[in-house]
């Protein structure tokens, strides 16, 4: 088997997130005083960019607002950690399989996430029982980057901590935005869309599925 590694690369690829992230991006909205609302396509357009800051900064400037966009999107994960956690999460269908043939077969797995740590924890309480960081050999944050993807640093991080070559490696990711984020580390990635990304080309990937399972091995 040629890889040796397993990379998810974000929250997405774990659990269906994007509705969430956007009520709870609402809810922020409503408590800074703005008179926002985000709805499902407005949300798939601005998921084009990668960040939460970057698109609240976006969409200020083009309705000619001055906001302190960090201060929005920090509640925002205030907001998003506090739900998942009083709302027990479920692993998307096919992502227990492939991390328990992972584990099986000794392929090593990465969590490949630049989210803060507070949203990490929050995901993993969330899946208790289903899944923990211990099945990981490693587990980004924000922490441990200076550039938010599509930047590869996040990769570099995660190739460097499990001293991997970028060939040894496999990333499955749920947004084209971050999907670049790893074909621009040199590594190999596996489009698994969440339900606000099925329309996305997914172009640099090479290949694009709904359920995950051991073929993505050969590829």
């Known amino acids: 088997m040629k890889y040796k590694a397993l990379l998810f690369g974000s929250i997405g690829t774990l659990i269906e997130s994007s509705n969430i992230q956007r009520n709870s991006f609402n809810e922020?909205?409503?408590?800074?005083?703005?008179?926002?609302?985000w709805d499902e396509q407005d949300y798939k357009i601005l998921l084009k960019k990668?960040?939460?800051?970057?698109?609240?900064?976006?969409?200020?400037?083009?309705?000619?607002?001055?906001?302190?966009?960090?201060?929005?999107?920090?509640?925002?994960?205030?907001?998003?950690?506090?739900?998942?956690?009083?709302?027990?999460?479920?692993?998307r269908t096919s992502v227990h399989e492939i991390i328990q043939y992972a584990k099986e077969n000794n392929i090593r797995l990465g969590f490949a996430t630049s989210t803060t740590i507070n949203n990490v924890n929050a995901v993993f309480q969330s899946l208790s029982g289903q899944i923990s960081k211990e099945d990981f050999d490693f587990i980004g944050n924000k922490s441990f980057v200076k550039n938010e993807k599509p930047h590869p640093e996040i990769y570099n991080v995660i190739l460097e901590?499990?001293?991997?070559?970028?060939?040894?490696?496999l990333a499955i990711e749920d947004t084209e935005e971050s999907s670049n984020s790893a074909v621009r580390a040199g590594?190999?990635?596996?489009?698994?869309?969440?339900?606000?990304?099925?329309?996305?080309?997914?172009?640099?990937?090479?290949?694009?599925?709904?359920?995950?399972?051991?073929?993505?091995?050969?590829?």
Not at 79 to 86: G, L, R, T
């Open 187 to 219: 590594i190999k990635c596996i489009a698994f869309p969440g339900e606000f990304h099925v329309d996305d080309q997914f172009k640099m990937c090479i290949k694009k599925i709904n359920l995950l399972d051991q073929s993505i091995f050969s590829l």
């Open 28 to 37: 922020a909205f409503k408590e800074a005083g703005l008179e926002w609302y």
């Open 50 to 91: 990668s960040g939460g800051t970057k698109r609240v900064e976006d969409f200020a400037e083009k309705n000619n607002v001055n906001v302190n966009a960090s201060k929005i999107r920090n509640r925002k994960t205030e907001i998003f950690s506090s739900f998942i956690i009083q709302n027990k999460q479920k692993l």
């Open 161 to 169: 901590k499990l001293n991997l070559q970028k060939e040894e490696c």
